[in-house]
C-alpha cells in the first residue's frame, strides 16, 4: 500500500491500495474515509478543494474491467475502467450514434482519455452528460458489492446532488445499453460558454413507436425523466453558476422542441 500526500497543497495524505481482483477490491471498501479510484478527474479536484479528505483510495485499474463487446441480445455492454475516450472511439457506437456525439462534446479530449464510464456514473454531478441520455436509453448498471451483483437502472442511481444511491461497499462494475432497434434518440446540452463546456441544461429525447422519453439534467439536482412534453412546464428548475431557474425555464422550452426534432430526423 503506497502512502501519498502534499499536505503543504493542500491535499491531506492517503494510502493507495490496488486491488488485482474484484473480490479484493470490494474487501477494502465500506471503512469511513475509504473511496474508490477510477480516472480520478472528479475526485482529484474534490480532494484538492478539500471537500473530500479520504484516508484510502482503492485503484480499479487492475480489476480488468475496461472490455467493450455486445452482448448476445444485442445490448452494448461497456466495463467500468473504460475510458470515456475508449468509449467514443469503439466501432461498437456504430450502433449508437447518439452516444458517440454526446461524448464528443463532453469536456474535452485531456478529460475523457482519463475518465471512465464507471467513475462519471458514480460520481452524480447533475451535469454530467451520460446519465441523461443513458436513462432515456433505458441503459441499466451491474453493481458489484459483499452480498454479489446487482442490476439498477442508470435512472435509479442517483438521490440528490452529488449523492447516489450507491452504498460506500459497491462498486459498478459494468454498463449495458439495450440495443437501439427503431429507437431514434438525441441528446443537446446547452452551455453558456465553450461547445464542450458543463450544461446549464441537457436534453434527451428517445422516440420508440409512438413512446417518447425525455429526461432533463442539469437544471435539476438529478437526471429527470419527464412523463410528457407538457410536463416541462411544471418542472422544478434549480438556478446555478450556468444560469438563473427562470433562463433555464426558456432554455428547456426552445430545447426540447429541438431536441425532439432532431430525434426524429436521426438515422438512430
Ligand atoms: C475540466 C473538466 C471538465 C468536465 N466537463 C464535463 C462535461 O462537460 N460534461 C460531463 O458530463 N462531465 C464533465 N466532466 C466530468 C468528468 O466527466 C468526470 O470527472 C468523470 O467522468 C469522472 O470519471 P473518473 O473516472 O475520473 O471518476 P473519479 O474521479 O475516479 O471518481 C468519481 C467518483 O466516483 C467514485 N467512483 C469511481 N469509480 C467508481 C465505481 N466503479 N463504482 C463506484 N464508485 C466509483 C469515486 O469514489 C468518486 O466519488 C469534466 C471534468 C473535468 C475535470
Not at 500500500?1 to 486491488?19: N, Y
Request: net charge positive; glycine share 8%.
Amino acid at each position: 500500500m503506497l502512502k501519498i500526500g502534499e499536505e503543504e497543497r493542500g491535499l491531506s495524505p492517503f494510502e493507495l491500495a490496488e486491488p488485482r481482483s474484484l473480490r479484493e477490491a470490494l474487501a477494502l471498501l465500506g471503512a469511513d474515509g475509504v473511496r474508490p479510484l477510477s480516472g480520478g478527474t472528479a475526485l482529484m479536484l474534490m480532494m484538492k478543494a478539500g471537500v473530500l479528505r479520504p484516508t484510502r483510495l482503492v485503484n480499479l485499474r487492475r480489476l480488468g474491467i475496461d472490455q467493450i463487446e455486445r452482448g448476445n441480445g444485442g445490448e452494448l455492454r461497456v466495463g467500468a475502467m473504460t475510458t470515456l475516450r475508449a468509449l467514443e472511439k469503439s466501432p461498437l457506437l456504430k450502433e449508437w450514434p447518439v452516444i458517440a456525439r454526446t461524448l464528443r462534446t463532453l469536456s474535452n479530449v485531456r478529460v475523457r482519455n482519463v475518465a471512465t464510464v464507471g467513475g462519471h456514473l458514480a460520481h452524480g454531478d447533475p451535469h454530467m452528460d451520460l446519465p441523461p441520455l443513458l436513462s432515456a436509453l433505458g441503459a441499466t448498471v451491474t453493481i458489484a458489492g459483499p452480498k454479489g451483483e446487482r442490476t439498477t437502472p442508470v435512472e435509479a442511481l442517483y438521490a440528490g446532488y452529488l449523492e447516489t444511491t450507491l452504498a460506500r461497499n459497491e462498486l459498478i462494475t459494468q454498463l449495458l445499453v439495450p440495443a437501439m432497434g427503431a429507437r431514434r434518440a438525441a441528446y443537446l446540452k446547452c452551455t453558456t460558454r465553450s461547445a464542450d463546456d458543463w450544461p446549464a441544461l441537457g436534453v434527451a429525447v428517445v422516440l420508440d413507436g409512438r413512446k417518447t422519453s425525455i429526461v432533463v439534467s442539469a437544471a435539476t439536482d438529478r437526471p429527470t425523466r419527464l412523463a410528457s412534453v407538457e410536463a416541462a412546464e411544471g418542472l422544478r428548475i434549480e438556478s446555478d453558476l450556468h444560469g438563473s431557474a427562470q433562463y433555464k425555464k426558456q432554455l428547456l422550452r426552445v430545447y426540447l422542441a429541438r431536441a425532439i426534432h432532431e430525434a426524429r430526423h436521426a438515422s438512430h
